[in-house]
């Protein structure tokens, strides 16, 4: 029986991996802060209406957690649970920098399992 891999079911794997997975919320969260401009990092907002980077209402608190993250390591058990609750709205973001076939991948396991 072959399992049918839909668009859908990629957005819901996605979702559910940055609202639980710490290394999947975490490499969203620092590549998502990649893609803001250097004045987005800089003070911490949202500047430019690009369709990339973090929303107005998440650019200060996910700005800060990026920065953090990137020079300690890591996030408190508070900070973490805020990015689980704030960064599951980025899938389309990650689905469009990832790579298609290995998500398919990754879905498909979680299908058959």
Do not use: C
Not at 46 to 67: C, M, P, R, Y
Not at 68 to 89: A, D, E, N
């Amino acid at each position: 029986m072959e399992t049918t891999i839909t668009k859908e079911s990629i957005k819901i794997y996605v979702k559910n991996q940055l609202f639980s997975n710490e290394l999947w919320a975490t490499k969203a969260l620092s590549k998502i802060f990649d893609f803001q401009t250097y004045e987005e990092k800089m003070y911490e907002n949202t500047e430019v209406d690009n369709g990339v980077g973090f929303t107005g209402a998440d650019a200060k608190i996910l700005s800060s957690f990026a920065k953090q993250y990137k020079s300690r390591g890591f996030l408190s058990p508070k900070q973490m649970y805020i990015l689980h609750k704030r960064i599951p709205k980025y899938w389309n973001q990650i689905i469009n920098i990832s790579d298609e076939e290995k998500l398919k991948i990754m879905v498909a396991k979680t299908l058959i399992s």
